[in-house]
């Protein structure tokens, strides 16, 4: 994917570097190091699929659901710039990424733990077995679930900034280096839903590609001559130096990632009550539970083959807003689509007694839904980040706080759709039918 953008003289401000691109590493670390993806992917897969039904399990009522997510976004708006811009002028002897990649890790593994055993620590502390809110494991959740995120934020950003170092300037492997990001966040999410339960796996596979990328992808140390490090007054009004284009690449991420967020925080919630028809804590609830992270891996699945044919799909600078506008287009058929869905396995619940598992057909229709919302996320996982990595290359800007910035047009956004939907939800029945519906107007 090869993106004619022209770098311009602008002035120098918190995103520059001024220094020249390191040179271009081979293929082989370049995917070593993309596969970190895979490991952390594993861990949050697992919370993906189960967050929203786990959650209402200890006892948080589904409207208040979504506002445990809300600490991703929360934690993204912080520390993905503020860590971007450290690992951009870090000096130390190990890198400028790699200490940011191997603390997160360490907090990915204790996040890990504490989210997985939430109701047994909870029990330990004084939680009751019988039904009804679970106060302590509530707690460990919600903090194990905020450590999660500040983990992933501190790994994800510095990751793909060091993708974009390991391209050496290079536009083409940049992009192939963010598809093979793409790619092994499919893998991680694979296994991660194939394997809900397997929380100490996670936390080995991460170890594993961690290691395995740091030890083969070193880094050279820099020395970054900086002056006072902004604080977030003088980061967030640095903003006013991005160019243009810059901010309508940042503009279309928020309107894409607005229609993305509703669905893959209730995805299976959605498939528990709206397609199976059950309440929570049922029996066919936890069917379609189950049934929705069957989806989630098929969806990963074609994630893993279409982020692979992304590169080739946008060989040329004018192929990439066709592509993406095409991927965004088949999204909101998609999100209008789950309305179909759920009137037409709502006829079939009063045939089945309510009690059974909705007709084969919907159940297929509802798979092949997951499947083919496979191709426009491949292309939002790859492309935007491409495009930013390829801005701050020839602008002379940091990677880690280009991209950093770059996730506040995903992290806004998010927390609009954490606060809103489960109220929004909640005012019209609370399904989760209101919210997909209302994010499927979002423009293409």
């Known amino acids: 994917m090869e993106v004619g953008v022209e770098a311009k003289k602008i002035a120098p401000s918190s995103f520059q570097l001024q220094l020249p691109p390191p040179p271009a590493e081979p293929m082989r670390k370049i995917i070593l190091v993309a596969a970190i993806a895979a490991g952390v992917q594993f861990g949050w897969a697992l919370q ?8 209402q399990l200890l006892g948080i009522p589904h409207a208040w659901a979504a506002i ?7 934690s993204g708006l912080l520390v993905q710039p503020i860590v971007g811009y450290y690992s951009d002028h870090c000096t130390s002897r190990f890198g400028r990424r790699r200490p940011f990649i191997a603390a997160g890790a360490g907090l990915v593994a204790v996040a890990v733990f504490l989210i997985g055993f939430a109701a047994d620590l909870g029990h330990a502390g004084g939680d009751s077995l019988e039904k009804g809110p679970k106060p302590r494991a509530i707690a460990v959740f919600v ?3 905020w450590i999660l995120d500040v983990a992933n934020n501190m790994l994800q950003g510095p990751c793909r900034a060091f993708l974009a170092d390991l391209s050496g300037g290079n536009a083409r492997k940049m992009s192939t280096a963010n598809s093979m990001f793409s790619f092994f966040m499919a893998v991680g999410n694979v296994l991660g839903y194939a394997a809900a339960l397997l929380l100490t796996v996670a936390v080995l596979a991460l170890t594993i590609v961690r290691e395995t990328a740091i030890v083969a992808a070193p880094e050279q140390p820099t020395s970054v001559k900086k002056g006072k490090i902004p604080v977030f007054g003088e980061l967030f009004c640095a903003l006013k130096d991005l160019p243009r284009t810059m901010w309508i690449l940042m503009l279309v991420t928020c309107l894409n990632w607005v229609a993305w967020f509703p669905f893959l925080l209730f995805d299976t919630d959605w498939m528990g009550k709206e397609v199976y028809g059950g309440n929570v804590g049922t029996k066919l609830y936890d069917q379609g539970v189950r049934a929705g992270a069957l989806g989630l ?3 990963s699945i074609v994630l893993a083959f279409v982020s692979l044919g992304v590169q080739f799909l946008a060989g040329r600078p004018r192929h990439v807003k ?5 991927a965004n287009v088949l999204l909101a058929v998609c999100l209008a689509m789950t309305v179909l869905i759920t009137k037409l396995a709502e006829r079939g619940w009063p045939s ?3 009690t059974d598992s909705p007709p084969m057909g919907i159940k297929v229709g509802a ?3 997951f499947a083919i919302l496979g191709i426009p996320l491949a292309v939002t996982y790859s492309i935007p980040f491409a495009l930013a990595s390829i801005f701050s290359s020839n602008s002379g800007s940091g990677q880690g ?3 950093g910035v770059l996730n506040l047009a995903i992290v806004i956004p998010q927390m609009v759709v954490s606060v809103a939907s489960g109220p929004w939800n909640q005012l019209f029945g609370g399904g989760n039918l209101p919210a997909f519906v209302l994010e499927r107007w979002q423009p293409p």
């Open 48 to 55: 993906l699929s189960l967050l929203t039904p786990y959650v």
């Open 401 to 403: 706080l280009s991209l």
């Open 367 to 369: 798979l092949a839904l």
């Open 352 to 354: 089945s007694g309510a």
């Open 322 to 326: 066709k592509l993406w506008g095409v």
């Open 68 to 74: 445990i997510w809300l600490c991703g976004p929360v």
């Open 297 to 299: 891996m098929i969806n």
């Open 143 to 145: 903090v194990g679930f």
